[in-house]
């Protein structure tokens, strides 16, 4: 059996990444260490991330609520940490320290991943009785059944929240309607262990992470010197390493972790992280220098007999704990993030008058102008991991063919489809159908194949001083959000009678995510290394994430309106999620279209804050050099 998005990847990577490398040639050699290193961090992130949202409502039986507030603190802290890790690596550590110790913390927390136990139960009690739903099958074609005696049967949610049993004998101990308040619902928990580990795992990668992402980002920047037209495709094709790890492990993750186990889908993401770690090291003479701490010396200063080095790397570990807190609690991440940032807005605000001239301080104005648009842009982008994963679940056919088809020795066929038919002796099957997390390789898979046409463009313009502004560019990525959310709302007629939606509708959706995603997210990691000065570059990175943080956490807000009930990681009703869904994507859709025409509107001032740092010089074809 082969899996037709792995065949899919494996020629969309051959077929892009040879554009891809010999466009780096022209570049630092440095950039292929950062290059690697992020592509293994992101293909541990990822895979993750295929698997979280699933993960919680399968596995633990988390409602959607819940599980959205829980993937909401997770990733909103995801973001959030970076702040510490910048400012640490600012004043002390330096960047490559950071990434070091940071990778460490990944490689242990995505192992723990790998540590599930039991799924969750759910139960209801009638009459002094408790029966259990059991899940049978997996993915989208799981079934849930309620365990009566000996015999599992089939059920229906009844209006008020009550259950019909059908095919239940006369003489059955439960009555075969189960009216809302003669029952009284409840979950067995499997194993008592696993959702501690859980939390732990990810707070291991949430301060990982803290320490890592920002500055990596910072090292790429410091590659190229001032007015270096090269950068912007630089930073594309770092975007692209980012997305090939982002794009395997959906495919390798996310089908591992569906069709195997999830510990088997947690733990490659491990390996993953582990394979960047040792990649990042191997590279160091190719970084040039650049990373290094700003006062070495500083570092080897002993406190009560402990370097400074090892305290800094002490501090991140007594951290873990506090996260280990607050991941669980939404509300409090929430009132964290504002404290957050209220402080490191108000920190470079005190720089910004106390130490940087006019021109400099306009710069960093427009550098969290584009942090605060960020903000917005993820918002309604980061529904891809919570409410977009639901929707490709419950309501996507993820079937990419109605009907099998036989070419030669050939079979191609979703497995249902190939249970439903005959196969030939010797035949080779195709799986034409798709996990439900694997629908996340669609914005990696399209990133791929135009992050290089982007790097062409960008450069193009650079050269020719015709490059757009930032601004006008972010308007143009919200413009794009917008409409593909707006996709599957005008898709809604062409729904089946599962209140399934063709894949293709939701495969266009993320083809419009990211036209807006590279039109944005990597333009806006140039900008801050571009704006910054370079004394408080790893900040405003920082910066950047933070936007991203309180994306995040406004992404897991908005997705809660599209939840339905569930019982054992299952809807009730099809229906009402599709509604729900619909409704909420028609609202965000609109409003990322009216803040792109706002932002359009403000670049005409706003491109004059930049006092020339976006401004280019031609390079020297020969040498790379800027002339």
Request: a neutral charge; hydrophobic letters at 50%.
């Amino acid at each position: 059996m082969i899996n037709i998005v792995i065949v899919a990847g494996i020629v969309v990577t051959i077929l892009t990444a040879i554009p891809v490398l010999l466009q780096m040639r022209n570049h630092p050699k440095g950039l292929f260490v950062c290059f690697f290193a992020e592509m293994w961090e992101r293909f541990s992130y990822y895979g993750m991330r295929a698997l979280l949202i699933y993960y919680l409502v399968r596995h633990f039986l988390f409602t959607d609520d819940h599980a959205n507030e829980q993937y909401g603190s997770y990733t909103t802290l995801i973001y959030l940490l970076p702040l510490l890790g910048g400012l640490i690596a600012d004043r002390w550590l330096g960047t490559r320290k950071a990434i070091v110790f940071g990778a460490i913390l990944l490689v242990l927390g995505h192992f723990g991943m790998a540590f599930e136990g039991k799924a969750n139960v759910d139960t209801i009690a009638y009459q002094g009785h408790t029966y259990e739903f059991v899940v049978e099958g997996k993915g989208q074609d799981r079934d849930v059944k309620l365990q009566v005696g000996d015999h599992r049967y089939d059920w229906q949610g009844s209006a008020g929240g009550g259950y019909v049993i059908e095919g239940l004998p006369a003489d059955a101990p439960i009555p075969a309607v189960l009216p809302a308040g003669s029952f009284t619902k409840g979950m067995k928990v499997s194993t008592p262990w696993a959702e501690s580990a859980f939390y732990l795992s990810i707070s291991l990668i949430i301060m990982g992470v803290g320490f890592m992402k920002p500055n990596i980002s910072s090292i790429v920047g410091q590659l190229y010197p001032d007015k270096d037209p090269r950068r912007d495709a630089g930073f594309q094709f770092y975007y692209y390493g980012i997305n090939l790890g982002s794009f395997w492990a959906a495919a390798l993750c996310g089908y591992l972790g569906e069709n195997v186990g999830w510990w088997a889908g947690f733990g490659l993401a491990g390996i993953g992280m582990l394979a960047g770690l040792i990649m990042f090291i191997l590279g160091k003479k190719w970084l040039e220098g650049k990373g290094e701490p700003p006062k070495p010396e500083v570092l080897k200063e002993k406190v009560v007999g402990v370097s400074k080095e090892n305290l800094i790397y002490l501090f991140g570990l007594l951290c873990v704990p506090v996260i280990y807190f607050l991941v669980q609690k939404n509300q409090i991440v929430g009132t964290a993030l504002i404290g957050g940032s209220l402080l490191i807005v108000g920190y470079v605000f005190f720089q910004m008058f106390t130490k940087y001239d006019v021109q400099e301080r306009f710069r960093l104005g427009l550098a969290m102008i584009l942090s605060f648009a960020s903000a917005i842009f993820f918002a309604l982008f980061e529904q891809a991991g919570s409410s977009l994963s639901l929707f490709a679940e419950r309501n996507t056919d993820l079937n990419i063919m109605k009907a099998p088809m036989v070419i030669g020795k050939f079979v191609l066929a979703s497995q249902d489809q190939l249970a439903a038919m005959t196969v030939p002796a010797g035949s080779i099957w195709i799986d034409m159908g798709m996990t439900a997390s694997q629908t996340q390789t669609f914005n990696a898979g399209f990133i791929l194949i135009f992050a290089p046409v982007f790097a062409a463009i960008f450069t193009f313009l650079g050269n020719r001083q015709m490059d757009p502004d930032p601004v006008k560019k972010f308007a143009f990525g919200l413009l794009n959000v917008g409409l593909g959310f707006l996709v599957l709302v005008w898709a809604a007629p062409l729904a089946d009678a599962n209140f399934r939606l063709p894949v293709f509708f939701l495969l266009l959706t993320y083809l419009f995510h990211t036209i807006g995603e590279l039109s944005l997210s990597p333009v806006g990691l140039s900008q801050q290394t571009k704006l910054s000065p370079p004394t408080i570059v790893a900040t405003m990175m920082a910066i950047w994430f933070l936007g991203a943080s309180n994306g995040q956490y406004i992404a897991a807000f908005i997705s809660k309106f599209a939840s339905t009930e569930t019982v054992g990681g299952k809807v009730l009703d099809n229906k009402s999620a599709l509604i729900s869904s619909l409704d909420t994507f028609q609202f965000i859709g609109w409003l990322g279209i009216g803040i792109a025409i706002a932002f359009f509107l403000l670049s005409f001032v706003l491109k004059k804050w930049s006092y020339g740092a976006n401004d280019t010089a031609p390079v020297d074809p020969g040498t790379t050099e800027v002339i």
